[in-house]
């Protein structure tokens, strides 16, 4: 968009310059990166009430996410989700989902992250935790992670959550947004399509059970016709 292309031309242009200003001649690259992140701070939160959720689309997928994660929180439970009992720390997970729940009480692209990082890192020490406990047999794999951390996604039902990820998105410095950081910020993004999508079978749920989960909450869509019940149909002719 031409707001990011703009904030992103002038965040790289102020940081080259003072790169290479005779005034920070000597300076450590630690000292140069932690100002450009001060840079990234201080310009994003000025133009936080005009750059975030400035878009329909962002705001409208807010409306959908929101409906969808308050109706799945009173019903999904860790097993619908095939999470392995001896990975389910309820207490633990309620730290990894405070942190991401603070998402939306920060302005600058890299604090929203690091409550993306804090969430994600508090899950994985829990599941390191457990293969400690359990042993290899029983360790967990790159495949036990996400199904976790859709689980604390929807029971946190952060606000705006899709404003907040196309945020960080578009103003974060790409350059920074790479390693462990990228890889949570993409896991978080692939919890919150499954969100979006979710159905009964994802679930391994009754369809007719999980519409009506979804209907009592009145979540958009689920007005149509559940479909009907085994024996329902109409009867075969002997």
């Given amino acids: 968009t031409g707001d990011e292309r703009q904030v992103q031309q002038f965040l790289a242009g102020t940081e080259a310059s003072f790169r290479g200003h005779p005034a920070w001649q000597g ?33 409208e997928r807010d409306e959908v996410l929101a409906s969808r994660l308050a109706a799945l929180r009173k019903f999904v439970q860790p097993s619908h989700l095939d999470i392995p009992p001896h990975f389910v720390e309820q207490q ?24 993306v990082l804090n969430c994600c890192r508090v899950i994985n020490n829990l599941l390191s935790a457990a293969a400690e406990r359990l042993g290899p047999e029983q360790a967990a794999g790159a495949d036990d992670f996400l199904p976790i951390l859709i689980f604390n996604t929807i029971q946190a039902c952060p606000e705006a959550l899709e404003s907040n990820l196309q945020y960080i998105q578009r103003f974060r410095n790409g350059s920074r947004l790479n390693g462990e950081e990228a890889y949570f910020y993409t896991n978080l993004v692939s919890a919150t399509s499954f969100v979006e999508t979710i ?36 009867l075969d002719l002997l």
Avoid: N
């Avoid at 633990?92 to 409550?115: F, N, S, T």
């Fill in 199 to 234: 159905d009964a079978e994802s679930l391994s749920m009754d369809a007719a059970e999980f519409i009506a989960h979804m209907r009592r909450e009145g979540v958009p869509g689920s007005e149509l016709p559940l479909p009907p019940a085994a024996g329902d149909g109409p």
């Fill in 27 to 59: 300076a450590s690259e630690e000292d140069l990166d932690a100002a450009g992140e001060g840079l990234e701070k201080y310009v994003l939160t000025k133009l936080y009430p005009r750059l975030f959720g400035a878009y329909d689309a962002d705001r």
């Fill in 92 to 115: 633990g997970w309620l730290v990894a989902q405070e942190h991401l729940r603070k998402i939306d009480a920060y302005k600058a692209p890299r604090d929203k992250l690091v409550c």
